[in-house]
């Protein structure tokens, strides 16, 4: 004890002595030595087991995304990003952060839900709130005065996270904007088409796209008495969803009308999955000689399509490929391995997604449990009497009695020879598709 | 896989800042529109970035990896532990209240917590995801301070060396596909280089000093290194030159044959350890076909801080030139190896999960694929559109409204202008300089005869389709070419 209490105070100083010399610019080579030194002390020092350095977790309201949630994800984008691209959109990306002062005034009272940067002696910088605020500061500073643009990203809000209905601190929005000078309502009614579009492709249920204009509202306010002053307020109690908060919105919003409730299902909570609108005075606010460049365009929620597809997933209990691999090449007897790392190289080379334990000599039961937990539809074992004879059996996993006896011919051309047959047993074998969330559809 | 201390990507140097758009005229005078070393992709760029990003992902499906993704910044003092003296370079998020949080500087430490976090044993990941580091702006024009890494990497405690050559086959794999030109693979082991530093009689103090110095081998010529080891770093000129005996040899298994029966490595067990695991290696990689593409290199240390074993660095051999240019030199476009102590480090209890595994430098690569784009004068198309609806007469905004929905429901990439009354010309003018193939034309006379055109963009032959026939049309001609 005492000893690691001395070595827990020669870390601290050697800690201190390499900080002062970094303070007084000492030599790098002078530096990098002594830094050594600590990086030796603390290596004897070892993992203490008597106090938890530090709580492992992820920031409040961030959340890794693990294989299963990336796979749900990847189809989701996979439905979101062939609908933009099917309307001719291109396709965009700005950094994380923005100079502070490009994100101010954009937001309103939501401004202080803006992550900052640290002053470390640059410019001024903070978390991107949005996809459109950097958007119109691309406008402006490429002047550009159309495009047709998809955005796919993260943005960051330091709000208090509902958690369980999918709203987070880091989320992913999915943007899609025309910008430009058109014939009225064209490319508004574009944008809804797309919405529709997606919406559907998702399968998540019957769904409504409210629709209304910011003119219309505040006529409304006018007539019915409501002062200047007031009008933002008002706006804000009537608007409960997130809504483009700066002044020239018309809103337009997409509701989930209901998600029928399934044997023994809660009944998933209501909420809208997109929204957008017209902005035409938004690039003004950043162009020099305040140009304007209309706009207008959409916001997918997908987190909160994420959490439905999920919930329905669990619901239905089906089950999530988090490969997406083929073939798993296994040994039938030991002493296999170069047999196999050959085998599974030439799959490789014939771009087929392959597989094979990292283990010298596996059994063949432990190679098979693996093929069914990871959802791998078949399996090419190598034999002793196989390997004599010529031939490697491929064989359905979910099926086990389906089995083929492929020859291996020296002279063949391999890449042709395996795709075609894999490709073949993968259509005789049906069960073997490797997403079985079918609900996504094409 | 880490990436550490100094950055292996530092050769790019001013030829790069060649790419970024020039400073935009509106934003004159101290106002910047962007962030200091961070830039907007352009449809253009995206194009290309996503291509490469397809192949990079598709190779690690190949080999069934899992998709993962971590969240842009962590808690301050997770990132810390790791980096403690280099994280001057990270970017802090202000304090505002709530936990201290830095952003992500790489993407093996979010590994290492996240296989602590849920106490997994075994997994096979692939991350591809931005990272930011505060590089000083003066250093090397043209590095990011955002930029994009594309990591593989294998947890778990398995028999030797099998997915160490999977990682090795992985890089062959992708480099090829992405056909860059000849590249040749270095490989070296932690331990071949402490056994060789101790063999040779460095002193243990000075192990990192030298280390570094041998780093830059690849950059300065080997008395130039040694003059700094020697006159700068205090290494005594006997123990140089015996290094230096050892960093000139580069081969195939014959140079690990070779250096098991050097005198003063043989009798060093932790050099032996590392050439029998290099020797194992060699046989897995020719049974994977790529032996030839590997370069046992002693020169290869760098960064080596939480490298336990295997190392490998993937270089380009023939620089990319442009015409009347100097050749770029963009140094190593992977690299990575085994890391078995790092997530131990994480782990409450100190349980290693042994960790081998690889990072694709996409960004050099987009680099050099842009670059040789430019120099062929090659155009990318930034839409995947497939036809265009047209028409030459006024008042038929309807019929293309209703046309071009048929399409879409069709699942047929389609556009048309958002003009109620456009010319022909105008709209013809469009399809050809965004490349769009196909044009389906409604007019009076087509609408009489419940016919459509369709045209080729290319070659303006026009023929008349059968309204009801249309999308089947379409769809034939689009599968065809």
């Not at chain 1, 200047?228 to 908060?245: A, E, G, H, P, Y």
């Not at chain 2, 990497?153 to 090829?176: T, V």
């Not at chain 2, 006159?231 to 250096?259: F, T």
Request: proline residues 4%; contains cysteine.
């Amino acid at each position: 004890m005492a000893e690691r209490a001395a070595l827990e105070e020669l870390v601290k100083l050697q800690g201190e002595r390499v900080r002062g010399l970094k303070q007084q610019k000492a030599s790098a080579e002078l530096i990098e030595e002594e830094v050594g030194k600590l990086l030796k002390l603390k290596a004897q020092l070892g993992p203490d087991e008597s106090k938890q350095k530090f709580v492992l977790k992820t920031p409040k309201g961030t959340r890794d995304y693990s294989p299963r949630q990336m796979a749900v994800r990847e189809k989701v984008f996979d439905v979101i990003i062939r609908c933009f691209k099917r309307h001719g959109a291109e396709v965009i990306d700005t950094p994380v952060f923005e100079l502070k002062e490009t994100l101010m005034g954009k937001y309103g009272e939501d401004s202080k839900l803006i992550y900052d940067l640290k002053d470390q002696g640059g410019e001024l910088l903070s978390l991107r709130y949005d996809l459109t605020v950097p958007f119109a500061r691309y406008l402006a500073m490429n002047k550009l005065t159309n495009i047709k643009r998809y955005h796919i990203a993260k943005v960051y809000r330091r709000d208090n996270p509902a958690m369980t209905r999918g709203r987070y601190r880091e989320f992913y929005q999915c943007d899609f904007d025309i910008a430009g000078n058109f014939d009225p309502m064209i490319p508004d009614a574009e944008c809804l088409k797309i919405m529709c579009e997606i919406l559907s492709s998702l399968q998540i249920g019957d769904f409504l796209v409210k629709v209304n204009d910011r003119r219309i509202l505040d006529g409304m306010f006018a007539i019915c008495g409501v002062s200047d002053s007031k009008f933002r307020t008002i706006c804000s109690s009537v608007d409960k969803l997130d809504k483009v908060s700066w002044e020239e919105v018309k809103n337009e919003m997409a509701v989930l009308l209901q998600t029928p409730a399934q044997a023994g299902e809660e009944p998933l909570g209501v909420g809208s999955v997109a929204a957008g609108g017209r902005y035409d005075g938004l690039v003004g606010m950043f162009d020099p000689k305040g140009r304007k460049v209309p706009c207008v365009g959409l916001s997918i929620g997908v987190e909160r399509i994420f959490s439905i597809v999920e919930q329905r997933l669990e619901a239905l209990e089906e089950k999530v490929r988090t490969t997406e691999t083929q073939v798993l090449v296994a040994s039938a007897q030991k002493k296999l391995l170069e047999e196999r790392l050959k085998l599974v190289s030439e799959l490789w080379d014939a771009g087929i997604k392959a597989e094979l334990l990292y283990k010298k000599n596996p059994k063949l039961l432990n190679q098979l449990q693996y093929c069914e937990e990871a959802g791998i539809p078949l399996v090419a074992i190598i034999g002793e009497q196989e390997l004599k004879d010529g031939v490697i059996k491929l064989r359905s996993v979910t099926s086990r009695e389906e089995q083929e006896d492929l020859k291996t011919a020296q002279n063949r051309d391999f890449n042709f020879y395996y795709g075609y047959f894999i490709d073949y047993y993968w259509q005789k074998w049906p069960d073997t598709t490797p997403f079985t969330y079918k609900a996504l559809g094409a | 896989m880490p990436l550490l201390g100094l950055l292996p990507w530092r050769a790019w140097a001013a030829l790069l800042s060649q790419l970024l758009r020039p400073p935009c005229a509106s934003c004159t005078g101290a106002v910047r529109c962007q962030s200091q070393g961070t830039r907007d992709l352009s449809p253009q760029h995206m194009v290309v970035r996503e291509k490469i990003l397809d192949l990079v992902i598709s190779c690690f499906k190949r080999h069934g990896a899992k998709g993962m993704d971590t969240p842009a910044f962590e808690l301050k003092e997770i990132l810390t532990e790791k980096y403690g003296e280099d994280s001057g370079l990270m970017y802090d998020l202000k304090d505002q209240g709530g936990e201290l949080l830095s952003l992500r500087y790489d993407l093996t430490v979010p590994f290492a917590r996240y296989l602590a976090m849920n106490k997994v044993k075994k997994m096979k990941r692939y991350h591809v995801g931005k990272v930011w580091r505060r590089e000083s702006p003066t250093i090397v024009q043209g590095r990011y301070r955002e930029f994009c890494q594309c990591d593989f990497d294998i947890a778990g405690q398995f028999d030797p060396m099998i997915p160490d050559a999977e990682c090795l086959k992985i890089m062959c794999e992708i480099l090829s596909g992405l056909q860059l030109g000849d590249f040749l693979i270095k490989v070296n082991d932690r331990r071949i280089v402490d056994g060789m530093f101790a063999a040779c009689g460095v002193p243990e103090s000075k192990f990192r000093a030298i280390c570094s110095s041998i780093d830059k081998l690849d950059k300065m010529a080997w008395k130039d290194v040694r003059h700094e080891m020697v006159a700068k770093k205090g290494l005594a000129p006997e123990v140089a030159d015996r290094i230096g005996d050892y960093v000139q040899c580069h081969g195939g298994v014959s140079l690990v044959e070779q250096m098991f029966q050097d005198p003063r490595l043989s009798q060093n067990k932790q050099a032996l350890e590392g050439l029998g695991d290099l020797k194992l290696l060699f046989e897995y990689l020719t049974l994977f076909g790529i032996a030839e593409k590997i370069s046992f290199d002693l020169s290869l240390a760098r960064g080596l801080d939480y490298y336990t074993g295997v190392i490998y660095e993937a270089v380009l051999l023939q620089t990319p030139t442009q015409a009347g240019e100097e050749p770029l030199n963009v140094g190593s476009v992977a690299a990575g190896g085994r890391y078995d102590g790092l997530v131990g480090m994480f782990d409450p209890k100190g349980h290693k999960v042994p960790c081998v595994g690889l990072s694709i430098g996409v960004e050099r690569i987009f680099y050099i694929v842009e670059q040789r784009m430019k120099t062929k004068g090659e155009k990318v198309r930034t839409t995947e559109t497939q036809v265009f609806v047209a028409t030459p007469q006024k008042n038929f905004l309807q019929e293309r409204l209703k046309l071009i929905t048929e399409l879409w429901d069709a699942g047929i990439k389609a556009e048309m202008l958002y003009k109620n009354n456009p010319k022909l010309l105008t709209q013809l003018h469009y399809c050809e300089s965004t490349g769009i193939p196909l044009v389906v034309i409604i007019g009076e006379q087509e609408l009489k005869e419940g016919v459509i055109k369709i045209r080729s963009v290319a070659s303006r032959e026009e023929v008349a389709i059968k309204r009801e026939n249309l999308v089947a049309e379409i769809q034939n001609r689009l599968s065809e070419s």
